[in-house]
């Protein structure tokens, strides 16, 4: 019922920029809250960000709070990542999430998502 579509990922230099983005499908885009996760080699997936469907709250990881900013743009179906002061540790494989989550504990946890993109590929060199 919901299809996203991650773009954006590519190769930086530390302290780089990126732009994620993720385009959903379907009618009912502003009802589902929207996280990004991401998964490094040897290593679990983890959160990094999450948006509720009003936009009116924004939920980060510890790890890249100050530096990342997620927001979406309900018009467009479109959830966006901006990435400053990329270090090495933060290469991975960036999913885009969506799911009907009602309470902010939730948006931190990978089991309340109902659909996940295919990720895209953020490499940082030192």
């Known amino acids: 019922q919901v299809q996203l579509v991650e773009s954006g990922g590519g190769l930086v230099q530390a302290g780089g920029s990126l732009r994620l983005s993720c385009v959903a499908s379907g009618r009912t885009f502003s009802r589902y809250a929207m996280g990004w996760f991401r998964q490094a080699p040897g290593k679990e997936r983890e959160f990094v960000a999450a948006i509720s469907w009003s936009g009116g709250s924004t939920y980060y990881a510890d790890s890249v709070k100050g530096r990342f900013t997620i927001s979406r743009d309900n018009a467009k179906n479109t959830v966006y990542l901006q990435m400053n002061s990329l270090k090495p540790e933060d290469t991975a494989v960036y999913y885009c999430?969506?799911?009907?989550?009602?309470?902010?504990?939730?948006?931190?946890?990978?089991?309340?998502?109902?659909?996940w993109g295919q990720g895209t590929q953020v490499t940082v060199s030192s």
């Open positions: 999430a969506a799911g009907l989550i009602n309470y902010s504990g939730k948006y931190l946890a990978a089991p309340y998502y109902d659909y």
